[in-house]
């Protein structure tokens, strides 16, 4: 079946550091992929996307990497601040024509300052 | 630009109570997502709707839980009886259209079922 997990549920980083957050996927007909961050209280906000035919994409002091190969993702932020404390997922369009997303469980990222 | 609303912020039951939850996604946008959050874990897919009609609701516990979007744009969940483990956060979400994967969430709506 479909699944999307994360290798870490708790990320702590000093502020000013780089973080990688990791995610692995078991679908490897899914074409599209996208990391959401979740704020305490709040519903998930769209960070960045990928499709398949991409191993890279950059926004603004986030990237995300797609290796296909061994069905991994990963997203990488840049100069870390307190405001990027949160919660982020990774989410992998199933291999349905619907847009159904689905979710892993989490990683908890938190910034020392 | 409006995000997508949704009410009550919060609500607490008893078991065996019913509870609507209400949405109104981004204007324009056809697909409307209801999602379930349990503490600690992602949001897991409970209905989608293209206008007014059903996509997938093969998550959806259809025993207890309905949903309807009667005229395509406004939407709401009812779980009727509630059971303790639906306590969750309930999280809407919309898009401009059925394959378009860029989701747009509300706040959700938080419940607790003692």
């Known amino acids: 079946g479909e699944s999307v997990g994360l290798h870490l549920p708790t990320l702590s980083v000093q502020e000013g550091d780089n973080s990688i957050i990791n995610c692995a996927y078991s679908?490897?007909?899914?074409?599209?992929f996208i990391w959401y961050k979740q704020e305490s209280g709040k519903g998930p906000q769209f960070i960045i996307d990928?499709?398949?035919?991409?191993d890279k994409r950059q926004g603004q002091r986030v990237t995300v990497l797609l290796n296909k190969t061994v069905k991994h993702l990963s997203l990488q932020i840049a100069a870390t601040q307190p405001g990027d404390s949160a919660v982020y997922f990774c989410?992998?369009?199933?291999?349905?024509?619907?847009?159904?997303?689905?979710f892993g469980q989490g990683t908890t990222l938190q910034v020392k300052p | 630009e409006a995000g997508v609303a949704q009410s009550p912020r919060y609500k607490i039951i008893e078991k065996r109570q019913s509870v609507a939850f209400w949405c109104n996604p981004i204007s324009g946008h056809a697909t409307l997502y209801w999602y379930q959050q349990i503490l600690g874990q992602g949001p897991k897919l409970l209905i989608q709707f293209q206008n007014n009609g059903v996509v997938d609701d093969s998550q959806l516990p259809k025993d207890r839980f309905s949903a309807e979007r009667l005229k395509g744009v406004d939407s709401t969940l009812k779980i009727q009886p509630a059971k303790l483990e639906d306590s969750a956060v309930y999280l809407c979400?919309?898009?401009?259209?059925?394959?378009?994967?860029?989701?747009?969430f509300g706040s959700g709506t938080q419940l607790s079922v003692l």
């Open positions: 679908n490897s007909a899914s074409d599209y």
């Open positions: 979400a919309s898009s401009l259209g059925n394959a378009n994967e860029k989701l747009f």
């Open positions: 989410a992998e369009k199933g291999s349905s024509n619907t847009g159904k997303l689905i």
């Open positions: 990928i499709r398949s035919n991409m």
